[in-house]
Every structure is written in structure tokens, then in C-alpha cells.
């Protein structure tokens, strides 16, 4: 349930993602744009993710994956990854509304 007694249960949502990528890893930038809600020309919703290659190798355990069959080790390349959100205002919007938006 929402909490907020503004604006419609469902809305319809425009995405446009962009991504680059280079020897380190990919980033994938996403806007959203909310379509039937109030202020809906004021902001945009965005998002990034970074996914990159870590150096080295870690388990998923303190480093290491167990081999069922046996005592040995295997190592496994890993990646990290970085999530952001936020919402960007791109109109001047009152400090009430901004309350109820985030």
C-alpha cells in the first residue's frame, strides 16, 4: 500500500538508458521519466550502475570456493558493483512537495 494519498496507483514510465564500457568495466546510466503524476515535469528519476573487475580473486567466503570432491581450492574472478539513485529535480519545486516525491 501506498502510503502517500497523492497521485494515481499506477503510472506509466518512459526509460532511456545509456551505457559505456572501456577496459575497467560498464556503466549503465538510466533516466525515468514518470508520465500521470503530479509534478511530473519537475523531476526525473535516475539510476546508475558501475560494474567493474576486481583486481585479484575473491571467494564468496572470505576468498576461496570449496571443491566438493575435494580438499582444493578453485578461485574465481569477481566483479563489484555500485548501485545509485537519485531523483533530480529539473524545475524549482516547493520543499513540501519534494517531501512527498522522495
Do not use: C
Not at 6 to 18: D, N
Not at 27 to 51: A, C, H, M, S
Amino acid at each position: 500500500k501506498r502510503k502517500a494519498k497523492i497521485g494515481p496507483a499506477r503510472v506509466s514510465l518512459e526509460r532511456k538508458q545509456r551505457y559505456y564500457h572501456d577496459s575497467k568495466g560498464i556503466v549503465i546510466n538510466t533516466e525515468i521519466i514518470t508520465r500521470g503524476v503530479p509534478y511530473e515535469k519537475n523531476f526525473v528519476l535516475e539510476d546508475q550502475w558501475i560494474i567493474e573487475e576486481t583486481e585479484g580473486d575473491i571467494d564468496l567466503l572470505k576468498g576461496k570456493i570449496s571443491n566438493s570432491r575435494t580438499t582444493e581450492t578453485e578461485t574465481s574472478p569477481s566483479v563489484r558493483v555500485e548501485v545509485r539513485f537519485r531523483v533530480q529535480f529539473i524545475k524549482s519545486t516547493m520543499n513540501l512537495v519534494k517531501k512527498v516525491i522522495l
